[in-house]
Each structure stands twice: as structure tokens, then as C-alpha cells.
């Protein structure tokens, strides 16, 4: 008999990526939208966890991702954690027409922004956020769902020293790269 909170196969977790390496006779990247299969799992489980590990954050706009992972945090129940990740310049660039810019600047003001989406969206509350890469401005907007939680748990993925601090700054768990291990960081 399985456990309550874990599945068949023994994890208390499922966590989704976007990016995923490259399977034989795979047409190649992305795979699956990280968001759409946490949703889909999201319904057809009752006691997993279920993280992106992780989303893209500057393909989509900070609404769209706060607006993504509410609705998700609503399937599950409450078991969603938004894991977010910067990728690489070519794939945000050439692959998604998204501005980089600065990585870690860039996410956290797409952090505050999701945040303070969260806070806001059943109030109608105008919103004015600045900002060099995410600066947000709406007026009239309420959510017409209701919201499960404000508080979804961020984590944030990082491989070197700057978006790691970041990820302990700012986020509520890291998410680490298969290259990065405490020597890698340390020597950086």
C-alpha cells in the first residue's frame, strides 16, 4: 500500500520542465509546456506536489505566469510551487523573441511583479509597478475567480553566484542545475 502523500512510485513530488535533454528521434526543445502538464497533473492527482522545475520566466509576462499559477494552485488543491528559470540569452532572444537583458534584475522584477499580481488581482486595485525590464500598469483589472492563495511558494533556479543569492534573496526554495555543485559555486 502506498503512503499517504506519495505516489506509486515512491516521490511526494512532481516536478515539470520546459526544456528537457534532447530524447533519440526527438524533434528536440521544448518538449511540453511546464505549466499546461502541472495543470493536466494537477487534476489527476489528489496528494503529489507538483513544481515547474522549471518555466520560463521572461517568455511569458508576469501576469500570465501569476495568472497561470493560480489557476493551477486552485486544480491542486494548494500543492504548486512555481519553479522559475532565467534559460539562456539564444533561447529567450532568437527562440522567443523575449528581452534577457540583465538575468537576475530581470527576474526580480518579474517576481515582484507576480507577487504583487497575487496580492492584488481580487481587488481591482490599480497597479504601478516600475522597472527597466517588467514594469507593470493596470487599472480596473479584478479577478472574477477567487484566489486560493497569494502566498504559491516561488523557487528560483540558478547555476552561478549572482542569480543563487538571488534564488536566497528573494525566493522560497532554489532549484539547482545538474553542473552546479557547491565547488562549482564556491570557485565562482
Known amino acids: 500500500?502506498?503512503?499517504?502523500?506519495?505516489?506509486?512510485?515512491?516521490?511526494?513530488?512532481?516536478?515539470?520542465?520546459?526544456?528537457?535533454?534532447?530524447?533519440?528521434?526527438?524533434?528536440?526543445?521544448?518538449?511540453?509546456?511546464?505549466t499546461v502538464t502541472a495543470a493536466a497533473l494537477a487534476t489527476a492527482t489528489r496528494r503529489v506536489r507538483i513544481g515547474t522545475a522549471i518555466a520560463l520566466a521572461f517568455t511569458r509576462s508576469p501576469m500570465i505566469i501569476a495568472l497561470e499559477a493560480l489557476d493551477i494552485d486552485e486544480l491542486s488543491d494548494g500543492r504548486f510551487v512555481l519553479g522559475l528559470g532565467t534559460g539562456v540569452r539564444r533561447l529567450n532572444e532568437d527562440w522567443h523573441n523575449a528581452h534577457f537583458g540583465k538575468p537576475a534584475e530581470h527576474m526580480r522584477e518579474t517576481v515582484r511583479n507576480i507577487r504583487h499580481f497575487w496580492e492584488t488581482c481580487t481587488t481591482g486595485?490599480?497597479?504601478?509597478?516600475?522597472?527597466?525590464?517588467?514594469?507593470?500598469?493596470?487599472?480596473?483589472?479584478?479577478?472574477?475567480?477567487?484566489?486560493?492563495?497569494?502566498?504559491?511558494?516561488?523557487?528560483?533556479?540558478?547555476?552561478?553566484?549572482?542569480?543563487?543569492r538571488l534564488a536566497g534573496a528573494i525566493g522560497d526554495g532554489w532549484i539547482s542545475h545538474e553542473l552546479c555543485s557547491p565547488r562549482y559555486l564556491s570557485a565562482r
Open 125 to 164: 486595485a490599480e497597479i504601478a509597478l516600475t522597472g527597466e525590464y517588467q514594469p507593470m500598469r493596470m487599472r480596473g483589472y479584478a479577478r472574477p475567480f477567487g484566489v486560493r492563495r497569494t502566498d504559491i511558494p516561488i523557487y528560483l533556479a540558478a547555476m552561478g553566484p549572482v542569480m543563487t
Open 1 to 34: 500500500m502506498t503512503p499517504p502523500g506519495v505516489s506509486p512510485s515512491g516521490s511526494r513530488w512532481r516536478w515539470l520542465a520546459e526544456r528537457r535533454p534532447r530524447a533519440p528521434r526527438s524533434p528536440g526543445f521544448p518538449n511540453r509546456s511546464a
